[in-house]
């Protein structure tokens, strides 16, 4: 099955700093990867997603980029703010099965 | 417009009690996923339903774990009976066929 390994487990930047998590995935059927944000005691949102098609989407501050010969796909924020404090979740999904998620990245911004 | 409804938000037992955890999906959404998050394995898959029927539970970590969903606006998760490493959030969510999925605020759920 698919295995998607995520880095760094945490990670802490200044505001205003660019933030990078990085994630691999091992099947190289899978061609959607969203990118999830959960906040203390809430459940994960969608916050973007990319498919196999495309090398890049960018939606204000937030931008994923995707490597499908290299199978790894990262999420840029610039211009952190405190309030993208979070742990974050990459996923992959591949043709008709469920997503399989990475463990995590606890992103801390500090004023 | 609701999103994904579970209940309760925290549930704090015994080991050896029946635990039950519920989950209202969004109206319309023809799929349904239970997860269990822990700090050691991150989120994991249990069971997930089409169409109220279920599809893969091999994520279903023992038969004291069951799911069940009898309409297409509730489903359960049981556990009988329950033990101290099932201490975990556990997670709902629903979608549409290769639409993103949408996740409910989770049960936080301590078993003694």
Known sequence: GENVEQHPST??????????????????????????????????????????NVGEKKDQRIAVTLNKTAKHFSLHITETQPEDSAVYFCAARGGYSTLTFGKGTMLLVSP | DAGVIQSPRHEVTEMGQEVTLRCKPISGHDYLFWYRQTMMRGLELLIY?????????????????????????????????????????????SSLEFQPQHFGDGTRLSIL
Not at chain 2, 56 to 66: H, I, K, T, V, Y
């Open chain 1, 11 to 52: 990670l802490s930047v200044q505001e205003g700093d660019s933030a990078v998590i990085k994630c691999t995935y091992s099947d190289s059927a899978s061609n959607y990867f969203p990118w999830y944000k959960q906040e203390l005691g809430k459940g994960s949102q969608l916050i973007i997603d990319i498919r196999s």
């Open chain 2, 49 to 93: 339903f089409n169409n109220n029927v279920p599809i893969d539970d091999s994520g279903m970590p023992e038969d004291r774990f069951s799911a069940k969903m009898p309409n297409a606006s509730f489903s359960t998760l049981k556990i009988q009976p329950s033990e101290p490493r099932d201490s975990a959030v556990y997670f709902c969510a």
